[in-house]
């Protein structure tokens, strides 16, 4: 089995839709970015690839390539999914933590495990995603920005 790391972060700006996990967040600001922004979307894809010694997700999707603005970052997810079928691999399970002052995440964790275990082919049970503040300490303490982190396991398939 092989392991692999992910983090991401981006900046909470007005006039964007917040949508982590791939749920739509009722909230005031959204994350600004090339596609969606959906951090911990973007942070379990580099936990795969990493555990597959792929790269990151910069290389497989550039910022700099049209395709790719406003893209659903669970789109992309099933994508990375695609790759790592190719290269031979299967995702095995995936934790995450979002870091958060605002808003509340808990209240729609269990859909965005639907979903991130929908676009990998894996059971939900196999997806795990947590939350936490930072006791209003740092960007995202100060509501600037939220950023996640993962870990994923893959498998030869
Ligand atoms: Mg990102």
């Keep these: 089995m092989f392991i692999g790391i992910g983090y991401d972060a ?5 006039g964007r839709k917040l949508v982590l996990g791939g749920v739509d967040i009722p909230y005031n600001k959204g994350l600004e970015a090339h596609s969606d922004g959906d951090v911990v979307v973007h942070a379990i894809m580099d936990a795969l690839l990493g555990a597959c010694g792929l790269g990151d ?4 999707f550039p910022d ?3 395709r790719y603005k ?11 999914g695609r790759i ?4 031979g691999y299967r995702a095995v399970n995936v934790d995450a933590v ?3 002052q605002a808003p ?3 209240p729609h964790s269990e859909f965005m495990k639907i979903n991130i275990a929908q676009a990998l082919g894996l059971s939900p049970a196999r997806v795990n995603i947590k939350a936490t503040t930072t006791e209003k300490m740092g960007f995202e303490g100060r509501g600037e ?4 982190q993962a870990a994923a396991c893959v498998e030869p398939a």
Excluded: F
């Design 57 to 60: 997700i910069g290389t497989h």
């Design 145 to 148: 920005g939220i950023s996640a």
């Design 98 to 100: 979002i870091v958060a």
């Design 64 to 66: 700099t390539d049209d």
């Design 10 to 14: 981006h900046r909470l700006i007005e």
């Design 70 to 80: 406003d893209i659903s970052s669970i789109e992309l997810l099933g994508k990375v």
């Design 104 to 106: 509340r995440i808990s």
């Design 84 to 87: 790592m079928e190719k290269e």
